[in-house]
């Protein structure tokens, strides 16, 4: 049976735990708040970015000499994998689940005799991915976050070793793995074909608002593709990353809520047990002055 | 009441813009293009420049892009830019320092990579200093 005195501690440390564990909920509540703001503010670019692709790669179609990254290599047989995980750890399942989607596609790969190349953006993916696949990580990130959320340069200088790769022959098949996020409570690990492009199924609704009329193009179909498609590959990290980072905060929330809540929970048991035992002990010692009181 | 169509400019992190306008030049990689009302459809790249919003038969607004595509078609002009920063926000130490930045990591690329990538950024340079000198 623990002492007084060690209930006591306990309680403090638990107190001292939830003060902190409350102040991070907070400040991923706030954080959440800004990073989904960025998030929507993203989604205009990159939907203009896909219809225009999509139109374009609808005009110069399968034609001879579309550039590689519409047509891709012709091969699959060398995977890039750009894994978005947090920097930092104590947001419940976020990164565990992002890991383990990796792996799991990683040795799927591996067994049908692929070679997995990886990047991975943020500290948490690379330290534990690194102990099963370190020969594997060509490139890490850390620090994608700033202050002021994320930048778009950030996002450009993971696109450029992705094009500088793919410009190498260093793969054929690009995906990135991040959580998409859906609410607070809620991340969906999402994998998406970067390399070579996927042209969405073209919609009824292009047709209805007659805006498939003919296109010019200037100076070319080709040019403008071959100028346009690696910008794309920069705003789909970009989204990824913003995306990633407004799961981690909601992911963040809602473990810190439920810590907090716990810690309450404990702190209200072990204030019960406290209660209980001093009790105990002023009735020890009653018994034990009174008893002493009779023997006389 | 003159008619109009709508300029959307919008940028990686925001839509900047999106309003009617009497015309808009468009800084095209093959020369500057107006867009008036009812002009036919077409796709351009943006080389770095001004576009010059007009109003009233004025240039009522100068924004500076640093690269990027246009798509026009008869209701609106849509420009989906890297970097986007009205002329009067730019100061000219800055741009003085980008020119200077640029130019130093063009001669200090290695890599083709490298210096296309540098080449780029001098060029967004230099138009920033030109666009603030007229």
Redesign the interface.
Known sequence: MASLKDLRSRIASVKSTKKITSAMKMVAASKLRRSQD?AE??R??AD??GT?LG??AAAVGGAQGAPKLLAGTGKDDVHLLVVFTADRGLCGGFNASIIKATRIKVRALRAAGKTVKLICVGRKGADALKREFGDAIVARYTGVEGKKGID?SA?TDVA?KVL?LY?EGEFDVCSIFYNKFVSAISQVVTEQQLVPFAVPEADGQEEATG?S???????SEE??LA??LP?NV??QI?GAMLESSASEHGARMSAMDNATRNAGDMIDRLSIQYNRSRQAQITNELIEIISGAEAL | MTDTTVL?L??????LKSEPVEMVVVP???GN?GVLPKH??????IRPGVIDIYAGGKVSERIFVAGG?A?V?PERC?I?A?EAVPVSDIKADEAQARLETAQADLKAATTA?DKA?AERALEVARAQIAALSN
């Open positions: 960025a503010a993203a205009p670019y203009r970015m225009m139109r374009l778009f996002a450029d500088a410009e805006s009329a003919v296109y010019e193009y200037e100076p040019a403008i100028d346009l910008r920069g705003v970009f | 959307e919008v940028s990686p992190s925001a839509l095209g990689t093959d293009f036919s459809p077409m796709i351009s790249t595509v798509e078609n849509t989906l890297e990579h990538n």
